[in-house]
């Protein structure tokens, strides 16, 4: 017997790879440093892991509500208002273990098997697989280094056809660190429609130039794709959320009832926590991640590579590297596997970022420091 046929045509994650592979140099004792994984080399903030410890002493181990729990879809409903003067019922709102499930189950609801998805290329890594894997197409619009990887709503209009069930969008942006202007993401809900605009905003808090704006400020059909893995460095607590129009929502918890059951209940707990707690932390990490940006971004360009323009949110630079190796996948496995620096190759996130590499800059500026400096001896060795 053999998995589905589907199952087996699914591209690795890239990335993971990478990781995996440099997980396993440093077992065979080589010094690594990890400039691939867009995970916060920050512990997650102590009031956020004391509440989570709290709620497991206190017996918070059994199923919770399948779509939260409530005080969580208050906080989260809060935030919205607070932040953006919005009013998002608590009802709207699902709560799953990590954004890449509430993905699995958005997905799930919207497409049968034929219908299309349009989004950028590049793009986050993992959102063509999910529609492939349901028998649907993902229709690529692509975005360009000069116009900072911004869809435009020309393009992404055109890319529209009878069978488009969605538009993604994803701002601030995994890989290219790109902030979507105000205009843009009105334009896109106005060319959009009748088709819902799905918005990854996983990202959001960690910008360093301009303002957030959610979708839902210019659109009310719209998804929200939101998460606490990154803003709150909580990788591994596995906490995440939907935000749907009302009639999406019954079919999206029955399928959440029936997948999932819920998301773990004291983890959620932990979820209030960084919700209602204090921002200084999380202000604390995005200043660090503003001083490794400048860093990175000036050494990088030092090196030669292309980054035309400053990333303005996330903890990402994607950088091209053409100039040293066409092949983004060769040039990333002989840069960790000589000079000991891993860094994910632009085409985990599609064709449109080929020649690329993407730098994550979520570690301290000491390891970035010494990423660069490796690196900078790799190619001097390789200068031809
Ligand atoms: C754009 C984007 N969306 C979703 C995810 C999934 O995050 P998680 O499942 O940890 O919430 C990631 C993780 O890297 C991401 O970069």
Redesign the pocket.
């Known amino acids: 017997m053999m998995p589905r046929q589907t199952a087996c045509d699914i591209p690795p994650f890239y990335v993971m790879e990478v990781l995996e592979r440099a997980q396993e140099l440093t077992r065979l004792g080589r010094s690594i440093i990890h400039l691939e994984v867009?995970e916060p080399d920050f512990p997650t903030p102590e009031h956020i892991s004391l509440a989570g410890n709290r709620a497991i002493s206190e017996g918070e181990t059994k199923y919770t509500h399948s779509l939260g729990l409530f005080e969580l879809r208050k906080a989260i409903s809060e935030h919205y208002g607070s932040q953006f003067g919005l009013d998002i019922s608590p009802d709207r709102i699902l709560v799953t273990s990590?954004?890449?499930p509430a993905?699995l189950l958005l997905f799930m609801g919207l497409i049968d098997a034929g219908d299309e998805v349009i989004m950028s290329n590049p793009h986050?890594a993992c959102y063509p697989n999910f529609v492939r894997c349901l028998g649907g197409k993902p229709v690529f619009v692509r975005t360009f280094e000069e116009e900072r990887f911004e869809m435009s709503p020309e393009t992404a209009a055109s890319a529209i056809t009878g069978r488009t069930k969605a538009v993604i969008i994803?701002s601030p942006c995994?890989p290219t660190g790109m902030v979507m202007s105000p205009g843009v993401m009105r334009g896109i809900a106005e060319a959009a429609g009748d088709v819902p605009v799905i918005s990854?905003e996983?990202?959001q808090g960690i910008i360093y130039e301009g303002k957030d704006h959610t979708i839902l400020e210019y659109t009310d059909n719209a998804f929200v794709?939101n998460?606490f893995?990154k803003l709150y460095a909580m990788?591994g607590w596995?906490l995440?959320y939907l935000i749907a129009p009302p009639g999406y929502m019954r079919a999206l918890q029955k399928m959440a009832q029936n997948f999932f059951i819920c998301a773990c209940g004291f983890v959620q707990r932990a979820g209030v926590a960084a919700m209602n707690g204090p921002e200084a932390p999380v202000r604390d990490m995005v200043a660090m991640y503003n001083k490794r940006r400048r860093f990175i971004v000036g050494r990088l360009r030092e090196l030669g590579f292309g980054v035309k323009n400053d990333p303005q949110g996330a903890y990402y630079v994607l950088a091209n590297a053409t100039k040293f190796d066409d092949d983004s996948l060769e040039l990333s496995r002989s840069i960790l596997e000589e000079a000991g620096v891993a860094v994910t190759p632009g085409i985990d996130f599609g064709d449109g970022a080929e020649g690329y590499l993407r730098f994550s800059y979520a570690n301290s500026l000491d390891n970035i420091r010494e990423g660069m400096s490796r690196i900078e001896a790799y190619l001097e060795k390789h200068a031809v």
Do not use: A, E, M
Request: glycine share 24%.
């Open positions: 867009g990590g954004t890449s993905l986050y994803n995994n990854d996983i990202y794709l998460g893995s990788t596995r995440g």
